[in-house]
């Protein structure tokens, strides 16, 4: 099983959402992140002073697929999380050892 972790920007969640739920992927999670990268922040006015903004808003998506599928999750997201600009995210892929759902009892791949 693997790990798939993208950190992406806002608006790209339903897309990549969709994306996901085309593949068949029943659930993931979401998690409000600030951070920054190359980018290295930016500089915003507000009220006519100019300030630096330097950790940017972004989602951070996790999903546990089986192995076989982590190669067309990363696609997908990859696809719809696009948009050409900089500061469109990273994915990241690391193993899972071991899964289990806490209601039944399942492990790994059936707990997916």
Do not use: C, H, W
């Not at 608006?11 to 593949?23: G, H, I, M, S």
């Not at 193993?95 to 997916?112: F, K, P, Y």
């Amino acid at each position: 099983m693997k790990l798939v972790m993208a950190i992406i920007k806002p608006f790209k969640l339903d897309e990549v959402r969709e994306a996901l739920t085309a593949l068949g992927v029943q659930g993931l999670t979401v998690t409000e992140v600030k951070g920054y990268g190359r980018q290295k922040g930016q500089t915003e006015i507000y009220r006519g002073a100019e300030y630096a903004v330097n950790f940017l808003p972004k989602l951070k998506i996790e999903v546990a697929v089986p192995t076989d599928q982590a190669d067309k999750v990363v696609t997908a997201i990859s696809g719809a999380a696009k948009t050409g600009q900089i500061g469109d995210g990273k994915i990241f892929v690391s193993s899972v050892e071991q899964v289990l759902r806490i209601r039944t009892g399942e492990t790994d791949a059936e707990a997916l």
